[in-house]
């Protein structure tokens, strides 16, 4: 028997066993058997390879798909990104709830799908972004320019800034990769056009004018009849979400307001210090208005081109001393400096240090009214005029001993609440689960809020970064003090949540007041909308003003109106906009909800504007504007095109 089996192991049957084992060992790896693995994404997206673009998704080959994933962290990154941004701008309202919404969130994801895609259709088409191009769109930028110019020191500055700080090559690069994945869909967007014949149709629809009746009816008496207790439940049971006591926390807190803490009195030595410490800052240097012809030298240029240029330098100068000589106007004629030269060579005022050397040394030596030169630079030669001289100014201690008493005492209280501040916090780390003994260790008064939803509550309560963290997972968890939250300048509040109700359906017996007010609107609402309905009917059989008059009830009028005239009232003029033409002598009758009445209408008439009157200037503005919608919509169906040529899979469970 084991010799047969022997046999059978080592036989062409064991060969054919074995190969088969082997194949999925290849594709999945022997640590795929050992390990396992715990995926992180929020999205995954799927690409076939470039030289087999029809892959079919099927095991094994989908192994031969590249993948590239949205981490779960980036997209939470994200979230809350967008969180604070719509807080910022909502203020109070903001709905948390919505935010909190599946659909929501699903639209943050997909907008972080869609840069991704472009960033993988961007790199499958070989888009190389150059340098000129970025340095091009940075010096663009609003945020980077001081009087409509870029300013390289706030450029610094902001990247500096940044949390975490950026160096000029990160902002570059992230930069340069937003401008290649941005390129072919605002090609495609800013490719957009419109004809002639587009634009023609859409003024004489923009400009159309029609002649309405309408009826106003009465709102329906008030609902007096009585409910079952049937129909209450029923009521409740079908619109239980409405009756809902929101999430509310209570919060115990303690604040540190500097402005509250106490001002130090004024040393005389240390302002006196203080002042000698500033000086420069109560001093203003020497300036000097100067101009100056320039003849160029180049730093290659031959020994007979540097002669030429003294030469040309010596008559110049010449000219320029001699009486009544218009210095402004030998700038103009002959200077080399493109910038100074339409203004006839004023450099304006200079501080001692802001030109070359031997320039600088010689426009400081020379007295108002005084040409010299010429003045040997690497810029070449330089004949010089000073215009006017304004002296060094010290302003004394006496004059700016108030501003210098403020500075100390503000400095003072801004140390003065940092250290509180900081006492505050490491006694708070020390007993986190309450901000009793932190309040007591620094002799601030604990203090507590009443209990407040998301849409905030009076004092601490109303500010948005509050309610922010109140609200977080890990304060309603562990019930521990919060890291400190900034309320404005030297304004700072630790806080904790002391009682936290989640959101709860409010009992029958506790609503049911509210549950047959709403049956008796709603009651009061049919019969407006049935009586609306039947004059409806009435009006489409025999007309609007037959069916008014059975009714004893008026007609108005609104005659040659066009779009966006509120006439009788903006929601009715829309309605009378939206129905269709008249067709066949047939007079199109319908009803509106206008402020809680209803107002049954009749078009009697449809005229289209006459473009004619319509100026070149709106003719350019609509097809702009029509253009860009083209272009965001051709630039939308770009973006439902990349994703058709991937695999999706969203990890919903992960949002």
């Avoid at 010799?3 to 060992?25: M, N």
């Avoid at 000129?132 to 409509?148: N, T, Y």
């Avoid at 209990?451 to 019930?479: E, H, Y």
Wanted: charged share 25%; aromatic share 6%.
């Amino acid at each position: 028997m084991l010799q047969k089996l022997r046999e059978k192991t080592s036989g062409w049957i064991a060969t054919v066993i074995l190969g088969l084992l082997i194949i999925p060992f290849a594709f999945f790896g022997v640590e795929s058997y050992m390990q396992q693995r715990v995926e992180t994404y929020a999205a995954r997206i799927a690409q076939p390879p470039s030289w087999w673009k029809s892959a079919p998704q099927v095991w094994p080959v989908t192994y031969l798909w590249s993948t590239h994933d949205i981490d779960a962290q980036a997209y939470r990154e994200r979230l809350e990104t967008m969180r604070y941004n719509m807080r910022e701008q909502q203020g109070e309202n903001f709905d948390g709830k919505a935010f909190e919404s599946l659909e929501n969130k699903r639209k943050i994801l997909d907008g972080m799908i869609d840069e991704q895609l472009m960033q993988l259709a961007a790199d499958r088409d070989g888009i190389v972004i150059s340098d000129a191009e970025v340095r091009d769109a940075i010096q663009k930028m609003p945020e980077f320019q001081v009087d409509g110019a870029f300013n390289a020191d706030r450029y610094q500055l902001l990247l500096a800034s940044q949390n975490p700080p950026l160096t000029p090559q990160a902002f570059d690069a992230r930069i340069r990769d937003s401008l290649k994945n941005e390129l072919i869909p605002t090609g495609i967007a800013r490719s957009a056009f419109v004809t002639d014949a587009e634009i023609d149709r859409l003024m004489r629809l923009l400009g159309e004018h029609r002649d309405v009746s309408f009826v106003t009816l009465p709102p329906p008496a008030a609902d007096a009849t009585d409910v079952t207790a049937a129909k209450i439940d029923a009521w409740y049971a079908a619109h239980k979400s409405q009756y809902r006591r929101p999430e509310t926390v209570r919060l115990e807190y303690v604040e540190v307001d500097g402005s509250a803490l106490p001002a130090p009195a004024a040393d005389e030595a240390e302002l006196r210090k203080r002042y000698q410490d500033q000086i420069a800052k109560y001093s203003s240097a020497e300036k000097r208005e100067v101009s100056h012809i320039l003849v160029a030298v180049a730093a290659n240029a031959s020994a007979a081109d540097k002669k030429a240029a003294e030469a040309k330098a010596n008559k110049l100068a010449a000219e320029a001393k001699a009486p009544g000589a218009d210095f402004a106007a030998l700038a103009r004629a002959n200077s080399d400096d493109s910038g100074s030269k339409a203004n006839g060579g004023s450099l304006g005022w200079l501080a001692k240090g802001g030109m070359p050397g031997a320039f600088d040394d010689t426009a400081f030596a020379m007295q108002a009214g005084e040409v010299r030169g010429p003045v040997k630079t690497d810029f070449g030669w330089h004949i010089v005029k000073v215009t006017g001289v304004q002296a060094a100014v010290q302003r004394p201690f006496d004059e700016v001993r108030a501003d210098l008493e403020k500075e100390l005492q503000e400095g003072a209280r801004e140390r003065g609440f940092n250290e509180l501040t900081g006492k505050l916090v490491d006694a708070a780390y020390k007993t986190p689960t309450s901000l009793e003994p932190a309040a007591k260790a620094v002799g601030l008064p604990l203090q507590t809020t009443p209990a407040f939803s998301r849409a905030g509550g009076p004092g601490i309560a109303g500010n948005q970064k509050v309610l922010r963290v109140a609200f977080s997972d890990t304060m309603l968890q562990d019930g521990t003090a919060s890291d400190p939250i900034e309320l404005g300048p030297e304004r700072t509040v630790l806080i904790r949540v002391i009682d936290h109700e989640p959101e709860q359906a409010l009992p029958l017996a506790q609503v049911r007041d509210a549950v047959v007010a709403a049956i008796r609107a709603d009651r009061q609402n049919k019969a407006a909308e049935a009586a609306a309905d039947a004059l409806v009917k009435a009006a489409k059989a025999k007309g609007l003003a037959e069916a008014a008059k059975d009714a004893g009830l008026a007609v108005g009028e609104a005659n040659d109106i066009t779009r966006g005239m509120p006439v009788p009232s903006p929601q009715a003029a829309q309605a009378f906009f939206n129905e269709p033409r008249p067709q066949a002598g047939e007079v199109p009758v319908n009803k509106v909800l206008v402020n809680g009445q209803y107002l049954v209408y009749a078009v009697r008439g449809v005229r289209d504007a006459d473009i004619g009157q319509v100026t070149p200037q709106e003719r350019a503005t609509l097809r702009q504007q029509l253009s860009a919608a083209n272009g965001m919509q051709a630039q939308d169906a770009f973006v439902r095109a990349a994703r058709a040529k991937y695999s999706i899979k969203v990890a919903e469970d992960r949002l």
